[in-house]
């Protein structure tokens, strides 16, 4: 296993469309995360899932924004009618059960701008 | 709500100790995290203290916690170039199962 991947690691879009971002998590990993990161900023949690159970959903996260966790493994994370406001690095994070005094692991990332 | 803070730069010749601070607000936190963000790259656990513990080694890094003033540090000694990139303060509200709140991040230059 490799740890988490995302795709794609660049995405640049129109104003007004839809993106879809993948995350693969490590595969014995039942909990996956994802986060937003802005330039100069921290990263910011936007909502997570335990096995295909999506537990919490961030204020952050308006109704342009879906996640789905369909079997369990892979997520997708979908933003509709994007805006300017949406570019950033679109981080998302796998970990076994436990709560996070178990490592997350992270992905690289993917960067969105919105043009 | 809560909150963290850190200080945006901190830069040390190749060979010192650098010690990067954190202070948090919610006096709940469970877990306090130290990740290292390298360029272009996602973020890498360096280390978490329980809150019930004072201090932390593993290698190089050493964790102090200072629970009373919600003071949180890195120490990183012998630093080296590879050591140069964001390092984020993070902690656990121990409310919701999957919300980190992070800090800006420090970004740590070490000059040769």
């Known amino acids: 296993d490799t740890g988490v991947s995302q795709d794609p690691r660049h995405k640049i879009t129109k104003r007004g469309q839809n993106v879809t971002f993948r995350c693969d998590p490590i595969s014995e990993h039942n909990r996956l995360y994802w986060y937003r990161q802005t330039l100069g900023q921290g990263p910011e949690f936007l909502t997570y899932f335990q096995n295909e159970a999506q537990l919490e959903k961030s204020r952050l996260l308006s109704d342009r924004f879906s996640a789905e966790r369909p079997k369990g493994s892979f997520s997708t994370l979908e933003i509709q009618r994007t805006e300017q406001g949406d570019s950033a690095m679109y981080l998302c994070?796998?970990?076994?059960?436990?709560?996070?005094?178990?490592?997350?692991?992270f992905g690289q990332g993917t960067r969105l701008t919105v043009v | 709500g809560e909150d963290v803070e850190q200080s945006l730069f901190l830069s040390v010749r190749e060979g010192d100790s650098s010690v990067i601070n954190c202070t948090y607000t919610?006096?709940?936190?469970?877990?306090l995290y130290w990740y290292k963000q390298e360029p272009g790259a996602g973020l890498q656990l360096l280390t978490y203290i329980f809150s019930n513990m004072d201090m932390k080694q593993d290698q190089r890094l050493t964790v102090l916690l200072n629970k009373k003033d919600k003071h949180l540090s890195l120490r990183i000694a012998d630093t080296q170039t590879g050591d140069s990139a964001i390092y984020f303060c993070a902690e656990w509200d121990g409310g919701s199962q999957g919300n980190l709140i992070f800090g800006k991040g420090t970004k740590l230059s070490v000059k040769p």
């Open positions: 919610d006096s709940s936190s469970t877990y």
């Open positions: 994070a796998s970990s076994l059960d436990g709560g996070l005094n178990t490592e997350a692991f």
